[in-house]
Protein backbone atom coordinates (compact mmCIF):
# COMPACT_ATOMS: atom_id res chain seq x y z
CA UNK A 1 0.00 0.00 0.00
CA UNK A 2 1.40 3.61 -0.92
CA UNK A 3 2.46 5.57 2.34
CA UNK A 4 0.52 8.41 1.33
CA UNK A 5 -2.61 6.53 1.40
CA UNK A 6 -1.83 5.40 4.27
CA UNK A 7 -0.89 8.66 5.55
CA UNK A 8 -4.45 10.26 4.71
CA UNK A 9 -6.18 8.05 7.08
CA UNK A 10 -8.08 10.09 9.57
CA UNK A 11 -9.79 9.26 12.61
CA UNK A 12 -13.78 9.18 12.01
CA UNK A 13 -16.30 8.21 14.65
CA UNK A 14 -19.01 5.79 13.67
CA UNK A 15 -22.63 6.95 14.27
CA UNK A 16 -24.99 5.01 17.33
CA UNK A 17 -27.20 2.39 15.32
CA UNK A 18 -30.41 3.54 14.29
CA UNK A 19 -32.37 1.13 16.68
CA UNK A 20 -31.35 3.18 19.86
CA UNK A 21 -33.25 6.30 18.69
CA UNK A 22 -35.94 5.00 21.17
CA UNK A 23 -33.42 5.87 24.52
CA UNK A 24 -31.90 9.34 23.25
CA UNK A 25 -32.40 12.52 24.66
CA UNK A 26 -34.93 14.46 22.79
CA UNK A 27 -33.19 18.21 22.15
CA UNK A 28 -34.97 21.01 21.68
CA UNK A 29 -34.19 23.29 18.83
CA UNK A 30 -35.30 26.42 18.69
CA UNK A 31 -33.03 29.22 17.85
CA UNK A 32 -31.02 29.54 14.60
CA UNK A 33 -27.68 27.46 14.21
CA UNK A 34 -25.18 30.98 14.36
CA UNK A 35 -21.30 28.59 14.98
CA UNK A 36 -20.74 25.32 13.53
CA UNK A 37 -23.03 22.12 15.11
CA UNK A 38 -22.62 18.90 14.66
CA UNK A 39 -25.83 16.59 15.44
CA UNK A 40 -25.41 12.88 17.10
CA UNK A 41 -26.97 10.33 16.64
CA UNK A 42 -26.98 9.41 20.79
CA UNK A 43 -29.87 12.47 20.31
CA UNK A 44 -33.42 13.18 18.42
CA UNK A 45 -33.20 16.68 17.31
CA UNK A 46 -36.70 18.15 17.50
CA UNK A 47 -37.67 21.70 15.34
CA UNK A 48 -39.82 23.96 17.58
CA UNK A 49 -39.84 26.81 14.52
CA UNK A 50 -38.13 27.88 11.06
CA UNK A 51 -34.70 27.16 11.96
CA UNK A 52 -31.81 28.85 9.74
CA UNK A 53 -27.94 27.49 9.52
CA UNK A 54 -26.64 30.98 9.76
CA UNK A 55 -24.10 32.37 6.80
CA UNK A 56 -20.62 31.26 7.91
CA UNK A 57 -22.17 28.32 10.22
CA UNK A 58 -21.65 24.25 9.60
CA UNK A 59 -24.48 22.02 10.41
CA UNK A 60 -23.29 18.34 10.36
CA UNK A 61 -25.53 15.56 11.22
CA UNK A 62 -23.68 11.98 11.69
CA UNK A 63 -25.27 8.81 10.65
CA UNK A 64 -28.22 7.37 12.23
CA UNK A 65 -29.79 10.88 13.49
CA UNK A 66 -33.27 11.03 14.11
CA UNK A 67 -34.55 14.92 13.93
CA UNK A 68 -37.88 14.23 14.68
CA UNK A 69 -40.59 17.62 15.40
CA UNK A 70 -43.47 17.36 16.76
CA UNK A 71 -46.24 17.44 14.71
CA UNK A 72 -48.28 20.10 13.57
CA UNK A 73 -45.96 22.94 14.93
CA UNK A 74 -44.01 23.65 11.71
CA UNK A 75 -40.74 23.04 12.72
CA UNK A 76 -38.40 23.42 9.61
CA UNK A 77 -34.40 23.32 8.53
CA UNK A 78 -33.48 26.08 6.09
CA UNK A 79 -29.57 26.41 5.16
CA UNK A 80 -28.50 30.03 4.18
CA UNK A 81 -26.14 30.91 1.89
CA UNK A 82 -23.22 31.23 2.94
CA UNK A 83 -23.70 27.96 5.56
CA UNK A 84 -23.16 24.32 5.05
CA UNK A 85 -24.66 21.19 5.93
CA UNK A 86 -23.40 17.68 5.92
CA UNK A 87 -26.10 15.17 6.33
CA UNK A 88 -23.72 11.77 6.35
CA UNK A 89 -26.01 9.06 6.39
CA UNK A 90 -25.19 5.50 5.73
CA UNK A 91 -27.15 3.01 4.07
CA UNK A 92 -27.52 0.62 7.34
CA UNK A 93 -27.86 4.27 9.54
CA UNK A 94 -29.30 7.08 7.19
CA UNK A 95 -30.57 10.32 8.38
CA UNK A 96 -34.10 10.59 8.68
CA UNK A 97 -35.87 13.87 8.75
CA UNK A 98 -39.85 13.48 10.23
CA UNK A 99 -42.50 14.27 12.45
CA UNK A 100 -43.21 12.47 15.96
CA UNK A 101 -46.73 10.89 14.61
CA UNK A 102 -44.62 8.81 12.36
CA UNK A 103 -41.84 7.85 15.20
CA UNK A 104 -44.74 6.61 17.01
CA UNK A 105 -45.34 3.51 14.19
CA UNK A 106 -41.89 2.16 14.37
CA UNK A 107 -41.95 -0.62 16.42
CA UNK A 108 -39.53 -1.00 19.22
CA UNK A 109 -38.15 2.60 17.97
CA UNK A 110 -36.63 0.90 15.16
CA UNK A 111 -36.87 3.51 12.08
CA UNK A 112 -36.91 0.43 9.47
CA UNK A 113 -40.57 -0.57 10.65
CA UNK A 114 -43.48 1.83 10.71
CA UNK A 115 -46.74 2.25 8.94
CA UNK A 116 -47.60 4.19 5.80
CA UNK A 117 -50.40 6.68 6.81
CA UNK A 118 -52.55 9.74 4.75
CA UNK A 119 -50.58 12.56 5.94
CA UNK A 120 -48.87 15.74 5.57
CA UNK A 121 -47.84 19.19 7.18
CA UNK A 122 -46.61 17.49 9.94
CA UNK A 123 -43.07 19.55 10.53
CA UNK A 124 -41.73 21.38 7.39
CA UNK A 125 -38.63 20.24 4.98
CA UNK A 126 -35.02 20.92 4.45
CA UNK A 127 -33.84 23.67 2.29
CA UNK A 128 -30.22 24.63 0.94
CA UNK A 129 -29.90 28.12 -0.68
CA UNK A 130 -27.11 28.92 -2.34
CA UNK A 131 -25.18 31.29 -4.80
CA UNK A 132 -25.59 30.11 -8.20
CA UNK A 133 -26.86 32.13 -11.43
CA UNK A 134 -30.52 31.86 -11.31
CA UNK A 135 -33.68 33.59 -13.38
CA UNK A 136 -36.15 35.51 -11.57
CA UNK A 137 -37.95 37.85 -12.58
CA UNK A 138 -40.12 38.85 -10.00
CA UNK A 139 -37.32 40.79 -7.58
CA UNK A 140 -37.35 44.29 -8.30
CA UNK A 141 -33.59 45.24 -9.48
CA UNK A 142 -33.03 41.67 -11.02
CA UNK A 143 -31.92 41.43 -14.75
CA UNK A 144 -33.09 39.08 -17.66
CA UNK A 145 -28.76 38.64 -18.07
CA UNK A 146 -26.87 36.32 -16.34
CA UNK A 147 -25.83 38.31 -13.16
CA UNK A 148 -24.63 37.49 -9.55
CA UNK A 149 -27.07 40.36 -8.42
CA UNK A 150 -29.92 38.45 -9.09
CA UNK A 151 -31.55 37.01 -6.09
CA UNK A 152 -35.04 34.81 -5.37
CA UNK A 153 -36.90 34.73 -2.28
CA UNK A 154 -37.68 30.98 -1.36
CA UNK A 155 -40.54 29.92 -1.58
CA UNK A 156 -42.48 28.42 2.09
CA UNK A 157 -40.12 30.72 3.89
CA UNK A 158 -41.65 33.93 5.70
CA UNK A 159 -39.12 36.88 5.87
CA UNK A 160 -38.62 37.86 9.42
CA UNK A 161 -38.37 41.61 8.00
CA UNK A 162 -38.10 43.55 4.44
CA UNK A 163 -35.00 42.11 3.15
CA UNK A 164 -34.21 39.25 5.20
CA UNK A 165 -31.11 37.68 3.78
CA UNK A 166 -32.48 34.11 5.16
CA UNK A 167 -34.82 34.01 2.83
CA UNK A 168 -32.80 34.62 -0.30
CA UNK A 169 -31.05 32.67 -3.03
CA UNK A 170 -28.60 33.23 -5.69
CA UNK A 171 -25.67 34.85 -6.94
CA UNK A 172 -23.08 34.69 -9.49
CA UNK A 173 -21.32 31.29 -8.64
CA UNK A 174 -22.17 28.08 -10.30
CA UNK A 175 -19.22 26.39 -8.27
CA UNK A 176 -20.80 26.91 -4.71
CA UNK A 177 -20.60 24.30 -2.32
CA UNK A 178 -23.09 24.24 0.09
CA UNK A 179 -22.04 21.08 2.07
CA UNK A 180 -22.99 17.50 1.77
CA UNK A 181 -26.36 15.22 1.90
CA UNK A 182 -26.27 11.63 1.79
CA UNK A 183 -29.01 9.05 2.59
CA UNK A 184 -31.67 11.30 3.92
CA UNK A 185 -35.11 9.97 4.57
CA UNK A 186 -37.78 13.03 4.58
CA UNK A 187 -41.48 11.85 5.55
CA UNK A 188 -44.82 13.79 6.15
CA UNK A 189 -43.13 16.92 5.51
CA UNK A 190 -44.76 20.61 4.06
CA UNK A 191 -45.71 23.76 5.48
CA UNK A 192 -48.72 25.91 3.99
CA UNK A 193 -47.57 29.94 4.38
CA UNK A 194 -49.79 30.82 1.56
CA UNK A 195 -51.68 30.38 -1.83
CA UNK A 196 -49.15 28.61 -3.72
CA UNK A 197 -46.59 29.20 -0.91
CA UNK A 198 -45.85 25.80 0.38
CA UNK A 199 -42.71 23.48 1.26
CA UNK A 200 -41.68 20.86 -0.83
CA UNK A 201 -39.78 17.60 0.53
CA UNK A 202 -36.33 18.94 -0.43
CA UNK A 203 -36.06 22.67 -2.12
CA UNK A 204 -32.88 23.75 -3.89
CA UNK A 205 -32.34 27.56 -4.26
CA UNK A 206 -29.39 28.36 -6.58
CA UNK A 207 -27.24 25.51 -5.28
CA UNK A 208 -24.13 25.15 -6.73
CA UNK A 209 -22.13 22.25 -8.66
CA UNK A 210 -20.11 21.37 -5.73
CA UNK A 211 -23.16 20.71 -3.41
CA UNK A 212 -22.75 16.66 -3.29
CA UNK A 213 -26.32 15.25 -2.65
CA UNK A 214 -27.26 11.51 -3.80
CA UNK A 215 -29.34 8.79 -2.20
CA UNK A 216 -32.59 11.10 -0.92
CA UNK A 217 -36.02 9.39 -0.05
CA UNK A 218 -39.03 11.55 0.18
CA UNK A 219 -42.21 10.28 1.16
CA UNK A 220 -45.47 12.15 1.45
CA UNK A 221 -45.52 15.38 1.38
CA UNK A 222 -48.13 18.59 0.87
CA UNK A 223 -46.28 19.92 -2.45
CA UNK A 224 -43.52 18.87 -4.69
CA UNK A 225 -41.23 16.25 -3.46
CA UNK A 226 -37.62 17.94 -5.09
CA UNK A 227 -37.97 21.28 -6.55
CA UNK A 228 -34.93 23.03 -7.64
CA UNK A 229 -34.80 26.99 -8.37
CA UNK A 230 -31.89 27.38 -10.63
CA UNK A 231 -28.26 27.06 -9.79
CA UNK A 232 -26.26 23.58 -11.10
CA UNK A 233 -26.63 21.10 -8.39
CA UNK A 234 -26.43 17.69 -9.59
CA UNK A 235 -28.54 14.63 -7.38
CA UNK A 236 -28.11 10.63 -7.43
CA UNK A 237 -30.32 8.08 -6.43
CA UNK A 238 -33.54 9.84 -5.28
CA UNK A 239 -36.90 8.00 -3.91
CA UNK A 240 -40.09 10.01 -4.39
CA UNK A 241 -43.09 8.22 -3.11
CA UNK A 242 -47.00 9.74 -2.71
CA UNK A 243 -46.27 13.57 -3.42
CA UNK A 244 -49.23 16.03 -3.16
CA UNK A 245 -47.84 17.99 -6.29
CA UNK A 246 -45.19 17.21 -9.09
CA UNK A 247 -42.48 14.55 -7.99
CA UNK A 248 -39.84 16.83 -9.21
CA UNK A 249 -39.95 20.45 -10.24
CA UNK A 250 -37.71 22.64 -12.15
CA UNK A 251 -37.42 26.14 -12.44
CA UNK A 252 -35.70 29.76 -13.24
CA UNK A 253 -33.21 27.62 -14.87
CA UNK A 254 -31.47 24.60 -13.59
CA UNK A 255 -28.70 23.71 -15.05
CA UNK A 256 -27.96 20.33 -13.67
CA UNK A 257 -27.94 16.71 -13.76
CA UNK A 258 -29.88 13.72 -12.22
CA UNK A 259 -29.46 9.84 -12.46
CA UNK A 260 -30.94 7.03 -11.06
CA UNK A 261 -34.58 7.57 -9.79
CA UNK A 262 -37.68 6.16 -8.81
CA UNK A 263 -40.83 8.10 -8.78
CA UNK A 264 -44.16 6.61 -7.76
CA UNK A 265 -47.05 9.31 -8.44
CA UNK A 266 -49.67 8.72 -5.67
CA UNK A 267 -51.57 10.74 -2.85
CA UNK A 268 -50.68 12.00 0.69
CA UNK A 269 -54.00 13.56 1.73
CA UNK A 270 -57.44 13.42 0.49
CA UNK A 271 -57.26 17.48 -1.50
CA UNK A 272 -57.35 18.54 -4.29
CA UNK A 273 -54.80 17.77 -6.95
CA UNK A 274 -51.13 19.75 -6.71
CA UNK A 275 -52.26 19.84 -2.34
CA UNK A 276 -52.48 16.70 -2.04
CA UNK A 277 -53.22 14.58 -4.80
CA UNK A 278 -50.49 14.17 -6.81
CA UNK A 279 -50.12 16.04 -10.43
CA UNK A 280 -47.25 15.78 -12.82
CA UNK A 281 -44.14 13.50 -12.36
CA UNK A 282 -41.92 16.56 -13.92
CA UNK A 283 -42.66 19.20 -14.20
CA UNK A 284 -40.11 21.82 -15.97
CA UNK A 285 -40.09 25.88 -16.24
CA UNK A 286 -37.22 26.73 -18.00
CA UNK A 287 -37.07 30.82 -16.90
CA UNK A 288 -39.36 32.78 -14.85
CA UNK A 289 -39.69 34.57 -18.21
CA UNK A 290 -38.96 32.55 -21.07
CA UNK A 291 -36.14 34.90 -22.75
CA UNK A 292 -34.40 35.14 -19.71
CA UNK A 293 -31.13 33.39 -18.98
CA UNK A 294 -30.18 30.73 -17.33
CA UNK A 295 -32.69 29.04 -18.69
CA UNK A 296 -33.36 25.51 -17.30
CA UNK A 297 -30.73 23.10 -19.29
CA UNK A 298 -30.58 19.45 -17.93
CA UNK A 299 -29.66 16.63 -18.75
CA UNK A 300 -31.92 13.48 -16.85
CA UNK A 301 -31.10 9.79 -17.06
CA UNK A 302 -32.25 6.33 -15.31
CA UNK A 303 -35.47 7.40 -13.78
CA UNK A 304 -38.27 4.85 -13.29
CA UNK A 305 -41.44 6.91 -13.32
CA UNK A 306 -44.96 5.30 -12.33
CA UNK A 307 -47.96 7.48 -12.80
CA UNK A 308 -51.59 7.18 -11.69
CA UNK A 309 -53.34 5.47 -14.28
CA UNK A 310 -56.61 7.01 -13.94
CA UNK A 311 -56.48 10.39 -12.85
CA UNK A 312 -52.59 11.53 -13.10
CA UNK A 313 -51.14 13.90 -14.53
CA UNK A 314 -48.29 13.73 -17.20
CA UNK A 315 -44.94 12.28 -17.41
CA UNK A 316 -43.32 15.13 -18.53
CA UNK A 317 -44.76 18.90 -18.62
CA UNK A 318 -43.34 21.76 -20.51
CA UNK A 319 -43.29 25.47 -19.97
CA UNK A 320 -40.94 28.70 -21.08
CA UNK A 321 -38.40 27.75 -23.02
CA UNK A 322 -37.24 24.31 -20.54
CA UNK A 323 -34.46 22.40 -22.58
CA UNK A 324 -34.41 18.85 -20.84
CA UNK A 325 -32.76 15.39 -22.17
CA UNK A 326 -34.29 12.16 -20.65
CA UNK A 327 -32.47 9.14 -21.60
CA UNK A 328 -32.64 5.52 -20.31
CA UNK A 329 -35.81 6.02 -18.31
CA UNK A 330 -38.80 4.02 -17.84
CA UNK A 331 -42.40 5.78 -18.09
CA UNK A 332 -45.73 4.25 -17.49
CA UNK A 333 -49.17 3.79 -16.10
CA UNK A 334 -49.34 7.52 -16.73
CA UNK A 335 -52.80 8.77 -16.74
CA UNK A 336 -52.27 11.61 -19.64
CA UNK A 337 -49.60 12.72 -21.47
CA UNK A 338 -45.78 11.28 -21.31
CA UNK A 339 -45.13 14.89 -23.06
CA UNK A 340 -47.96 17.65 -22.38
CA UNK A 341 -46.94 21.38 -23.39
CA UNK A 342 -47.97 23.67 -21.09
CA UNK A 343 -46.11 26.33 -22.71
CA UNK A 344 -46.49 28.76 -19.48
CA UNK A 345 -46.33 28.52 -16.22
CA UNK A 346 -49.25 30.85 -14.87
CA UNK A 347 -47.92 33.35 -12.83
CA UNK A 348 -46.39 35.33 -15.92
CA UNK A 349 -44.39 33.53 -18.19
CA UNK A 350 -44.48 33.95 -21.70
CA UNK A 351 -43.83 30.49 -23.75
CA UNK A 352 -41.36 28.97 -26.27
CA UNK A 353 -40.87 31.30 -28.81
CA UNK A 354 -41.10 34.42 -26.77
CA UNK A 355 -38.83 37.34 -28.22
CA UNK A 356 -36.44 35.33 -30.35
CA UNK A 357 -36.27 32.07 -27.98
CA UNK A 358 -36.40 28.90 -30.29
CA UNK A 359 -39.82 27.80 -30.79
CA UNK A 360 -41.18 24.53 -29.30
CA UNK A 361 -40.56 22.11 -31.93
CA UNK A 362 -36.99 23.92 -32.67
CA UNK A 363 -36.07 23.06 -29.67
CA UNK A 364 -36.52 19.40 -30.16
CA UNK A 365 -34.23 19.72 -33.21
CA UNK A 366 -31.63 22.13 -31.81
CA UNK A 367 -28.19 20.71 -30.67
CA UNK A 368 -27.04 21.59 -27.42
CA UNK A 369 -23.79 23.49 -27.26
CA UNK A 370 -21.32 23.10 -24.31
CA UNK A 371 -20.83 26.88 -22.96
CA UNK A 372 -20.68 28.05 -19.28
CA UNK A 373 -23.95 28.18 -18.38
CA UNK A 374 -25.08 25.11 -20.32
CA UNK A 375 -22.44 22.09 -18.39
CA UNK A 376 -24.78 19.91 -17.91
CA UNK A 377 -25.55 18.85 -21.93
CA UNK A 378 -23.05 18.12 -24.33
CA UNK A 379 -24.44 15.85 -27.14
CA UNK A 380 -27.75 15.95 -28.74
CA UNK A 381 -30.50 17.90 -28.82
CA UNK A 382 -31.81 19.88 -26.19
CA UNK A 383 -35.42 18.54 -26.04
CA UNK A 384 -35.01 15.03 -25.91
CA UNK A 385 -36.75 11.77 -24.44
CA UNK A 386 -34.02 8.97 -25.97
CA UNK A 387 -33.53 5.13 -25.10
CA UNK A 388 -36.47 5.08 -23.20
CA UNK A 389 -39.45 2.52 -22.59
CA UNK A 390 -42.97 3.53 -22.66
CA UNK A 391 -45.58 0.73 -20.87
CA UNK A 392 -49.16 0.89 -20.42
CA UNK A 393 -49.98 4.72 -21.06
CA UNK A 394 -53.57 4.28 -22.08
CA UNK A 395 -54.22 7.54 -22.52
CA UNK A 396 -56.37 8.42 -25.40
CA UNK A 397 -53.90 11.06 -26.48
CA UNK A 398 -50.49 9.49 -24.16
CA UNK A 399 -48.45 9.99 -27.22
CA UNK A 400 -50.12 12.51 -29.58
CA UNK A 401 -47.39 15.29 -28.33
CA UNK A 402 -44.54 13.02 -27.90
CA UNK A 403 -44.90 11.56 -31.80
CA UNK A 404 -45.15 15.80 -32.88
CA UNK A 405 -41.91 16.50 -31.46
CA UNK A 406 -40.10 13.53 -32.69
CA UNK A 407 -39.91 10.84 -29.80
CA UNK A 408 -40.55 7.90 -31.86
CA UNK A 409 -38.26 8.57 -34.20
CA UNK A 410 -36.64 5.10 -35.08
CA UNK A 411 -32.95 7.06 -34.54
CA UNK A 412 -34.16 7.92 -30.39
CA UNK A 413 -33.98 4.06 -29.88
CA UNK A 414 -37.42 4.29 -27.74
CA UNK A 415 -39.72 1.63 -26.98
CA UNK A 416 -43.18 1.43 -26.86
CA UNK A 417 -43.85 -1.69 -25.10
CA UNK A 418 -48.01 -1.66 -25.38
CA UNK A 419 -49.35 -3.65 -21.71
CA UNK A 420 -49.25 -6.74 -22.34
CA UNK A 421 -48.08 -8.28 -18.86
CA UNK A 422 -45.01 -10.15 -20.45
CA UNK A 423 -43.42 -6.66 -21.71
CA UNK A 424 -44.03 -5.11 -18.55
CA UNK A 425 -40.26 -3.24 -17.69
CA UNK A 426 -40.25 -3.79 -14.23
CA UNK A 427 -40.11 -6.66 -12.21
CA UNK A 428 -43.58 -6.30 -10.39
CA UNK A 429 -46.05 -4.02 -8.98
CA UNK A 430 -49.50 -4.18 -6.88
CA UNK A 431 -51.48 -1.34 -6.94
CA UNK A 432 -54.65 -1.14 -3.73
CA UNK A 433 -58.47 -0.77 -4.18
CA UNK A 434 -59.77 2.48 -5.73
CA UNK A 435 -59.80 5.20 -3.23
CA UNK A 436 -60.99 8.56 -4.17
CA UNK A 437 -58.98 11.58 -3.13
CA UNK A 438 -59.30 15.11 -4.10
CA UNK A 439 -62.03 14.03 -6.07
CA UNK A 440 -59.68 12.33 -8.44
CA UNK A 441 -59.42 8.48 -8.37
CA UNK A 442 -56.14 7.07 -7.12
CA UNK A 443 -54.95 3.43 -7.52
CA UNK A 444 -52.42 3.01 -4.19
CA UNK A 445 -49.22 1.15 -5.06
CA UNK A 446 -48.89 -1.08 -1.91
CA UNK A 447 -45.75 -3.35 -3.59
CA UNK A 448 -43.51 -2.79 -5.76
CA UNK A 449 -40.15 -4.81 -6.90
CA UNK A 450 -38.49 -2.19 -9.57
CA UNK A 451 -35.94 -3.56 -10.90
CA UNK A 452 -35.99 -3.99 -14.65
CA UNK A 453 -37.89 -6.24 -17.17
CA UNK A 454 -38.60 -7.22 -20.24
CA UNK A 455 -37.40 -4.03 -23.03
CA UNK A 456 -35.71 -2.58 -19.72
CA UNK A 457 -32.56 -4.95 -19.38
CA UNK A 458 -30.59 -3.25 -21.41
CA UNK A 459 -30.36 -0.25 -23.33
CA UNK A 460 -28.67 0.67 -26.30
CA UNK A 461 -26.65 3.85 -25.17
CA UNK A 462 -25.33 4.52 -21.71
CA UNK A 463 -24.59 7.53 -19.76
CA UNK A 464 -21.36 9.57 -20.66
CA UNK A 465 -18.26 8.66 -18.01
CA UNK A 466 -17.97 12.44 -16.80
CA UNK A 467 -17.51 11.86 -13.17
CA UNK A 468 -20.99 12.35 -12.27
CA UNK A 469 -22.72 9.96 -14.60
CA UNK A 470 -22.36 6.52 -14.73
CA UNK A 471 -22.31 4.44 -17.73
CA UNK A 472 -25.78 2.52 -16.93
CA UNK A 473 -26.98 0.13 -19.49
CA UNK A 474 -30.34 -0.44 -18.73
CA UNK A 475 -33.62 0.99 -18.66
CA UNK A 476 -34.67 3.04 -15.43
CA UNK A 477 -33.28 3.28 -12.25
CA UNK A 478 -32.10 -0.09 -10.96
CA UNK A 479 -29.61 -2.74 -11.96
CA UNK A 480 -30.41 -5.89 -13.41
CA UNK A 481 -31.12 -7.85 -9.95
CA UNK A 482 -29.85 -4.90 -7.75
CA UNK A 483 -31.68 -2.27 -5.69
CA UNK A 484 -30.58 0.30 -3.98
CA UNK A 485 -33.61 0.69 -1.80
CA UNK A 486 -33.04 -1.20 0.84
CA UNK A 487 -32.45 -0.22 4.48
CA UNK A 488 -32.83 3.22 4.33
CA UNK A 489 -35.85 4.22 2.66
CA UNK A 490 -39.57 4.98 4.06
CA UNK A 491 -40.72 2.84 0.88
CA UNK A 492 -39.01 -0.61 2.38
CA UNK A 493 -39.71 0.38 6.21
CA UNK A 494 -43.07 0.30 5.39
CA UNK A 495 -43.55 -2.81 3.29
CA UNK A 496 -43.77 -1.00 -0.57
CA UNK A 497 -40.43 -2.32 -1.77
CA UNK A 498 -37.77 -5.02 -1.27
CA UNK A 499 -34.80 -5.52 0.41
CA UNK A 500 -32.68 -7.99 -0.92
CA UNK A 501 -29.91 -5.93 -1.56
CA UNK A 502 -26.26 -7.77 -0.74
CA UNK A 503 -24.52 -4.57 -0.77
CA UNK A 504 -24.47 -1.89 1.70
CA UNK A 505 -22.81 1.08 2.02
CA UNK A 506 -20.90 1.66 5.26
CA UNK A 507 -20.10 5.25 4.53
CA UNK A 508 -17.33 7.66 5.98
CA UNK A 509 -15.60 9.24 2.85
CA UNK A 510 -13.27 11.91 2.76
CA UNK A 511 -13.26 14.66 1.14
CA UNK A 512 -11.98 15.26 -2.04
CA UNK A 513 -11.66 19.21 -4.01
CA UNK A 514 -14.66 18.79 -5.40
CA UNK A 515 -17.26 16.23 -4.12
CA UNK A 516 -17.08 13.04 -1.64
CA UNK A 517 -16.47 10.11 -4.77
CA UNK A 518 -19.01 7.73 -4.19
CA UNK A 519 -18.55 3.80 -4.94
CA UNK A 520 -21.36 1.82 -5.53
CA UNK A 521 -21.34 -2.19 -5.95
CA UNK A 522 -23.25 -4.70 -7.51
CA UNK A 523 -24.12 -8.30 -8.24
CA UNK A 524 -23.85 -11.39 -6.21
CA UNK A 525 -20.57 -12.31 -4.00
CA UNK A 526 -19.94 -15.50 -4.66
CA UNK A 527 -16.98 -17.64 -5.88
CA UNK A 528 -16.66 -17.22 -9.65
CA UNK A 529 -19.20 -14.38 -9.70
CA UNK A 530 -18.42 -11.21 -11.61
CA UNK A 531 -19.40 -8.01 -9.41
CA UNK A 532 -19.40 -4.45 -10.69
CA UNK A 533 -17.69 -1.95 -8.72
CA UNK A 534 -18.14 2.02 -10.11
CA UNK A 535 -16.67 4.79 -8.72
CA UNK A 536 -17.94 8.65 -9.31
CA UNK A 537 -17.06 11.83 -8.35
CA UNK A 538 -13.31 11.04 -8.15
CA UNK A 539 -10.55 13.63 -9.09
CA UNK A 540 -10.42 13.35 -12.55
CA UNK A 541 -6.70 12.01 -14.40
CA UNK A 542 -6.01 11.09 -11.04
CA UNK A 543 -4.29 7.90 -9.49
CA UNK A 544 -6.91 5.57 -7.72
CA UNK A 545 -6.29 2.27 -5.64
CA UNK A 546 -8.85 0.08 -4.77
CA UNK A 547 -8.28 -1.36 -1.49
CA UNK A 548 -10.12 -5.06 0.13
CA UNK A 549 -10.14 -6.07 3.80
CA UNK A 550 -11.60 -8.67 5.29
CA UNK A 551 -11.47 -6.83 8.16
CA UNK A 552 -14.92 -6.04 10.38
CA UNK A 553 -13.86 -4.52 14.12
CA UNK A 554 -13.63 -1.65 13.21
CA UNK A 555 -15.30 -1.46 9.52
CA UNK A 556 -12.34 -1.09 7.58
CA UNK A 557 -10.99 2.79 6.21
CA UNK A 558 -14.01 4.64 7.14
CA UNK A 559 -11.69 7.24 7.16
CA UNK A 560 -9.85 5.31 10.36
CA UNK A 561 -5.74 4.25 9.99
CA UNK A 562 -5.12 1.95 7.36
CA UNK A 563 -1.97 0.16 8.51
CA UNK A 564 -3.51 -2.38 10.94
CA UNK A 565 -6.07 -3.18 8.17
CA UNK A 566 -5.43 -7.01 6.69
CA UNK A 567 -5.73 -5.93 2.93
CA UNK A 568 -6.44 -9.03 0.81
CA UNK A 569 -6.29 -7.52 -2.48
CA UNK A 570 -5.40 -4.02 -3.60
CA UNK A 571 -5.96 -3.11 -7.49
CA UNK A 572 -3.63 0.15 -8.83
CA UNK A 573 -5.92 1.57 -11.61
CA UNK A 574 -3.20 4.17 -12.72
CA UNK A 575 -4.63 7.33 -13.88
CA UNK A 576 -7.95 5.09 -14.90
CA UNK A 577 -10.08 6.92 -13.04
CA UNK A 578 -11.24 10.32 -14.87
CA UNK A 579 -13.94 11.38 -12.79
CA UNK A 580 -16.22 7.63 -13.19
CA UNK A 581 -14.82 4.21 -13.46
CA UNK A 582 -16.76 0.94 -13.70
CA UNK A 583 -14.12 -2.20 -12.73
CA UNK A 584 -15.76 -5.60 -13.13
CA UNK A 585 -14.42 -8.13 -10.93
CA UNK A 586 -13.77 -11.82 -11.41
CA UNK A 587 -13.71 -13.66 -8.03
CA UNK A 588 -10.98 -16.54 -8.19
CA UNK A 589 -12.76 -19.79 -7.32
CA UNK A 590 -12.12 -19.92 -3.33
CA UNK A 591 -13.01 -22.35 -0.77
CA UNK A 592 -16.11 -20.81 0.31
CA UNK A 593 -16.90 -16.92 0.80
CA UNK A 594 -20.37 -17.86 2.32
CA UNK A 595 -21.11 -15.71 5.37
CA UNK A 596 -17.69 -13.81 4.72
CA UNK A 597 -17.96 -9.77 4.30
CA UNK A 598 -15.69 -8.02 2.33
CA UNK A 599 -15.00 -4.54 2.33
CA UNK A 600 -14.44 -1.93 -0.41
CA UNK A 601 -13.00 1.38 -0.50
CA UNK A 602 -10.98 4.11 -2.90
CA UNK A 603 -8.30 6.10 -2.51
CA UNK A 604 -7.96 8.33 -4.58
CA UNK A 605 -4.56 10.99 -4.85
CA UNK A 606 -5.93 14.46 -5.12
CA UNK A 607 -3.40 17.24 -4.06
CA UNK A 608 -6.69 19.70 -2.94
CA UNK A 609 -7.94 16.93 -0.09
CA UNK A 610 -7.00 16.36 2.88
CA UNK A 611 -3.49 15.11 3.26
CA UNK A 612 -3.83 14.61 -1.20
CA UNK A 613 -5.89 11.61 -0.92
CA UNK A 614 -9.05 11.42 -1.04
CA UNK A 615 -11.23 8.34 0.39
CA UNK A 616 -14.38 6.89 -0.96
CA UNK A 617 -17.32 5.63 0.78
CA UNK A 618 -16.88 2.22 2.10
CA UNK A 619 -19.11 -0.83 0.56
CA UNK A 620 -19.73 -4.39 2.32
CA UNK A 621 -20.68 -7.65 0.75
CA UNK A 622 -21.51 -10.51 2.32
CA UNK A 623 -20.57 -13.88 0.42
CA UNK A 624 -23.26 -15.87 -0.37
CA UNK A 625 -23.57 -19.58 -1.36
Not at 14 to 19: A, I, M, W
Not at 26 to 51: G, K, M
Not at 397 to 412: C, D, H, L, M
Not at 509 to 535: F, H, I, K, M
Amino acid sequence: MSSSIKAAAAAVALGVGLTGSAQAADILVSSNIAVSTTWTANNTYNLQTQIYVLPGATLTIEAGTIVASTTNIGGSLAVARGAKIFVLGTQDNPVIMTSKADVATWVGGNPKTGTWREAVNEWGNLTIMGKGYISEDAILGNVPTPNANNIGAMEGLVAAFPGDPNVLYGGGDDDDNSGTIEYLSLRYGGKVVALNNELNGLSLGGVGRETDIHHIDIMNNVDDGIEIWGGTVNLKYVNIWNIGDDSFDIDQGWRGKAQFGLLVQGYAANASQGSGVGDNLFETDGAENSDWLPVTTASIYNFTCIGQPIDGDHGTAWRDNARVQYRNCIWMDLGERLVQLDNVDGDGGAGYGFNGTLSWLNTWTTPAVFSALNQSQVNGNLAEIKDSVFFRNLFASAYTEATTVGVFNPANNNVNAGSALVDQPIAAITRGPLVVKGGKNMLPVISLDPRPAASALTSVATAPADGFFSAAKYRGAFAPGQSWLSDWTASAAFGFTTTDNPWTDEGCALPADRAYPTLTGTGPLTPNSVNSLELTNAKANALAVLLVSVSSTPVPFKGGTLKTIPIILQLDLGTNSVGALALPIVWPTVPNLTGVSLYFQYGIQDAAAVKGVSLSNCMKATGQP
